[in-house]
């Protein structure tokens, strides 16, 4: 059964830092692209950013700079290190694997941005 | 900027079938932008539903299926039941690794 299971959320103020983490269990973590994808309270899915088999990345414009997305395949964990956040950064931070192996999603954290 | 576009909302009765769409600002939709639908209810996390623009995933049930209709990517949900009343999300990819997910549509069954 594939899991994954995101960490790392919290408030922070504007302009602080966070680490997200993601568990990955239940597949080969390895040979799968990696997504994260953000929801704001009330709003629709929103892209962030990918990081392929062979680490190569990509992100979507309002968090390029800022935010960066790195993989363990030793510890079959995803990360996304967050700097320079801001309140529009607000948002369930999820998790997903790429399509190819099905698509699966974490359960999401939550991550705060506010004074 | 490319935009997806979907309905904001849709109603379809219990046993009835409905085609939601998923469409782009600037090109027409085709198998090269693999198209990708999710559905998701209130405070739950979003669940594939189909990735490849027809590849169900794992443990869906065959009455959602996904096809390119006309100019957009199309989700039809056969047999409407009471639990599909749900969000429905596409993504597309557009290249150079960057996907977009649209709006949503809000799928109501009555």
């Known amino acids: 059964e594939v899991q994954l299971v995101e960490s790392g959320g919290g408030l922070v103020q504007p302009g602080g830092s966070l680490r997200l983490s993601c568990a990955a269990s239940?597949?080969?973590?390895?040979?799968?692209?990696m997504h994260w994808v953000r929801q704001a309270p009330g709003k629709g899915l929103v892209w962030v950013s990918r990081?392929?088999?062979?680490?190569?990345?990509s992100y979507a414009d309002s968090v390029k700079g800022r935010f960066t997305i790195s993989r363990d395949n030793a510890k079959n964990t995803l990360y996304l290190q967050m700097n320079s956040l801001r309140a529009e950064d607000t948002a369930v931070y999820y998790c997903?694997?790429?399509?190819?192996?099905?698509?699966?999603w974490g359960q999401g954290t939550l991550v705060t941005v506010s004074s | 900027q490319t935009v997806v576009t979907q309905e904001p909302s849709f109603s379809v009765s219990p046993g009835g079938t409905v085609t939601l769409t998923c469409g782009l600002t600037?090109?027409?939709?085709?198998?090269?932008?693999?198209p990708f639908w999710c559905q998701q209810t209130p405070g739950q996390a979003p669940r594939t539903l189909i990735y490849?623009?027809?590849t169900r995933s794992s443990g869906v049930p065959d009455r959602f299926s996904g096809s390119i209709l006309g100019n957009k990517a199309a989700l039809t949900i056969t047999g409407a039941q009471a639990d599909d009343e749900s969000d429905y999300y596409c993504?597309?990819?557009?290249?150079?690794?960057?996907?977009?997910f649209g709006g949503g549509t809000k799928l109501t069954v009555l």
């Open positions: 997903v694997t790429d399509a190819s192996v099905g698509g699966y």
């Open positions: 993504a597309l990819y557009l290249g150079s690794g960057i996907s977009v």
């Open positions: 490849n623009t027809n």
């Open positions: 239940g597949f080969t973590f390895s040979r799968s692209s």
């Open positions: 600037s090109d027409s939709v085709s198998t090269s932008y693999y």
């Open positions: 990081i392929n088999t062979d680490g190569s990345t």
